[in-house]
């Protein structure tokens, strides 16, 4: 009789131990799995109804209006915002993106179904080989990216029309929802830069 109340207070401690053990372990995952969906969430690829906000500046993180957008002015840089939990996705670096207004009447046809009332975005990593797409020639209305003087043209899909670069920046559609200026679908296009070494047909 004795054994067997011994051998059940040892089975109740020890179920008491590993529930103990549980919630610790729990407790000690549960930032870190948030962490993770954090991270995972900031860097996954812009998502339809995405904001736009400003990437860098006093008004970094804040969503883009279309009426922060002058006609014809340098882009803008952005990233997609979660309009649920307002959390940039600027856990990558493809995600970057350069925004501008220009004339609806002078946008190429694919352009202007992608656009919204003249505005449009694009990646803003040069696709020969990372850059920033940080220039702008405001005479001729194009992209310039610094470091090897490729440029494009945003009002016919960021084709290349000078330098080095393989092949046009990846188009984001745009819509206006609510006078509010959204992601309209995935990006159209390769997002990402030629790998050094390598020829645009990969040789």
Same mark, same amino acid.
């Given at each position: ?17 590993? +529930? ?48 922060? !957008? ?23 670096? !493809? ?24 505005? +449009?975005?694009?990646?803003? +990593? ?47 559609? !745009? ?12 990006? +159209? ?15």
């Amino acid at each position: 009789m004795v054994q067997r109340r011994e051998t059940a207070v040892f089975v109740g401690d020890l179920k008491r131990r590993r +529930v103990l053990q549980a919630c610790c372990g729990f407790a000690l995952c549960a930032p870190a799995l948030a962490q993770t969906e954090a991270t995972g969430e900031a860097a996954a690829a812009p998502q339809e109804n995405d904001a736009l906000a400003f990437a860098y500046g006093d008004r970094a993180g804040q969503a883009i209006a279309p009426a922060d !957008l002058a006609l014809g002015a340098k882009q803008t840089l952005a990233y997609p915002l979660d309009p649920n939990t307002m959390r940039m996705r600027d856990g990558s670096r !493809l995600n970057q993106l350069i925004v501008v207004q220009l004339d609806p009447a002078k946008l190429a046809a694919d352009t202007l179904a992608r656009a919204a009332n003249g505005i +449009v975005a694009y990646s803003g +990593v040069c696709t020969h080989t990372g850059c920033d797409v940080t220039a702008w020639y405001a005479d001729v209305l194009r992209f310039k990216c610094p470091c090897h003087e490729s440029e494009f043209d945003p009002s016919d899909g960021a084709r290349v029309v000078g330098g080095p670069a393989p092949w046009q920046l990846a188009a984001l559609p !745009l819509k206006i929802a609510d006078g509010a200026l959204l992601v309209a679908g995935p990006f +159209v296009g390769r997002v990402g830069f030629q790998p050094p070494g390598l020829t645009p047909f990969g040789q």
